[in-house]
């Protein structure tokens, strides 16, 4: 066909970006990989087990779906991709495959499609498999296990060590300090320390604070995400945390609170589009996820921190700092 | 006769009370978790449906329009009392797993809806099929879901083991959440079969 012949005829808008779905995704991935790959490497062959059957379920779940509803295949877009390792990365590395498979239909199957696909989604999807994985099955959600090279260095004899996260040793009453003690620190320094280097027992991807950092300024840089939601979840995690007489820096650096606010709370359909928007999500899913672990009967709130502020982002974007089209304050009438 | 058969068949699909009108969910999500108690609700829904509507079918030309409301909650109260005492004494276990909801039938917005858009109306005979008909609608859809929460929550049918003795029990579908994800897969499913029963004069919508 000649060129001109190709010429398309559309309405507005007539201006394109060079950024697409696929490049996004494609950030997201980047800025994951640096977690992924360190939780492969301190869980070992369970957590690529972990990994890799999530994301290939999710990927295969959405081909199928579209198929049987005669959708448009867009597997090319990766968003399944990257559902599948946000999923992986915040389930505990033991999980049993089968286990995964089913987040993965839940996240992709029930979260997302059943809405209408990718932006129709009003929540996270990777965090519906999760909260209905933790629903169904309690015991092997909450079963952790230390990696299999332990904290101080020496190569362990077992493959992995069944051992409790930080914050569930402070849910069952224990203590900072016995909390400290888990991870082989006698020293609330050296305790922050390996917090935030993360060799120690968690989900696959919410240990090291450092990488997923790495990951987050990777996404500020490139324009993925704004560090609005972050801040605001981070910082509102620390006050509230104190205020209620919590450890603040330990609150943030425990637990997948870094990871959600990265990763979780930045996702594009399911928060606010407006600055103002974004700032309250974050402090309102902060607010959430601190009352869960202080007064709640999980240990870790951040999955129901961030789903209960998606169930209020369609309020959230309405708050404007002006009408479109008003003018001045009188402008209403 | 035709237009007796039509009364009876609409409640099933075409005027689903759960699925298309959707009323009386409150106890459907709630009472769904076995299906003994899917079983029983039913069975107290049915007789008190089919009752209150014959009853007030029969006394509609002297039930006085502007207090007939309260006229209609005595009568479906009466037949809810009965199921009420007649479960507690011959179902005490039934009874006690479905505790406040078989009072609350007094209240249910299927019975009230079909007497005062049906019953208050029509001659006996058609108040009957029409209260058989929503009775099979409510059924399928009641027991169904209750089947389906049972085995994949608890692996189980009435009690019976039904799954491999490997099958661990997913949860999520004896709880609220999976109770909600289960009825909106009904509705889809009775969509479905709104279509397939209607073919060419489906209208779309609901």
């Keep these: 066909m000649p060129e001109h012949q190709s010429l398309l005829l559309s309405s507005s808008p007539h201006v394109f970006t060079n950024v697409s779905v ?26 690529a087990r972990v990994v890799l059957t999530s994301v290939v379920s999710c990927v295969l779940f959405e081909i199928i779906f579209r198929a049987i509803i005669h959708s448009k295949q867009n597997f090319g877009d990766l968003s399944a991709v990257v559902t599948g390792l946000l999923l992986a990365l915040i389930l505990p590395p033991s999980t049993p495959s089968w286990m995964v498979a089913i987040g993965a239909l839940a996240s992709i199957v029930v979260a997302k499609e059943f ?114 939601t972050p801040v605001a979840m981070l910082a509102v995690t620390a006050l509230f945390s104190a205020l209620l007489g919590v450890d603040p820096l330990f609150s943030v650096l425990s637990g997948g609170v870094v990871f959600g606010a990265f990763f979780m709370a930045t996702d594009y359909a399911t928060t606010p589009l407006t600055t103002a928007g974004k700032v309250l999500f974050g402090a309102g899913a902060a607010v959430v996820l601190v009352l869960i672990r202080q007064f709640g009967g999980y240990p870790e709130g ?18 404007r700092e002006k009408k479109y089209g008003s003018i001045g304050k009188g402008a209403k009438k | ?11 099933i699909v075409i005027e689903n009370p759960l699925a298309i009108i959707m009323i009386g969910l409150c106890s459907s999500v709630a009472v769904t978790t ?9 069975a107290g829904m049915v007789f008190v449906l089919l009752c209150s509507e014959l009853i007030i079918s029969l006394f509609r030309k002297v039930i006085p329009g502007n207090i007939r409301m309260p006229i209609f ?41 079909r007497v005062e858009a049906f019953a208050s109306r029509e001659n006996a005979g058609h108040a009957v099929l029409d209260a058989l008909g929503m009775g099979v609608g409510y059924a399928w859809v009641l027991i169904g879901m209750s089947v ?26 004896v709880l609220p959440p999976g109770g909600f994800l289960v009825f909106a897969l009904f509705i889809a499913l009775n969509i479905a079969l709104k279509k397939l029963w209607l073919g060419q004069d489906y209208k779309g919508g609901k």
């Design chain 1, 22 to 47: 696929r490049r996004l995704m494609l950030n997201v991935i980047i800025a994951l990989l640096p977690v992924t790959v360190y939780g492969i490497s301190i869980f070992g062959f369970s957590a």
């Design chain 2, 34 to 42: 076995s299906v003994a108690n899917g079983i029983g609700m039913t």
């Design chain 2, 148 to 173: 389906v929460r049972e085995l994949l929550g608890n692996g189980t049918i009435l009690g019976f083991q039904i799954m491999p003795e490997s099958y661990q029990p997913v949860l999520f579908f």
């Design chain 1, 115 to 228: 809405f209408g696909g990718l932006g129709h989604n009003p929540f996270n999807p990777a965090l519906i498999g999760r909260a209905i994985l933790l629903m169904s099955f309690p015991a092997a959600l909450t079963s952790w296990h230390r990696p299999p090279l332990d904290a101080l260095g020496g190569a362990s004899l077992t493959d992995a060590l069944s051992t409790a996260t930080p914050l569930a040793i402070l849910k069952d009453g224990g203590t900072l300090m016995g909390a400290a003690g888990s991870l082989g620190t006698d020293s609330l320094p050296d305790f922050y320390t390996a917090l935030f280097f993360g060799n120690h027992a968690g989900c696959i991807g919410e240990t090291s604070i450092l990488l997923i950092l790495i990951g987050g300024v990777f996404l500020i840089a490139t324009k993925t995400i704004v560090c609005a």
């Design chain 2, 73 to 113: 909650i005595v009568v479906i109260a009466a037949f809810t009392t009965m199921v009420d005492i007649i479960m507690q004494a011959y179902f005490p276990d039934l009874s006690e797993a479905m505790g406040v909801f078989i009072p609350l039938i007094v209240v249910n917005c299927i019975i009230m809806g």
């Design chain 2, 1 to 11: 006769m035709n237009k007796a058969l039509s009364i009876f068949l609409r409640g």
């Design chain 1, 302 to 319: 951040v999955t129901y921190g961030i789903l209960m502020m998606n169930a209020v982002v369609p309020y959230l974007n309405k708050l």
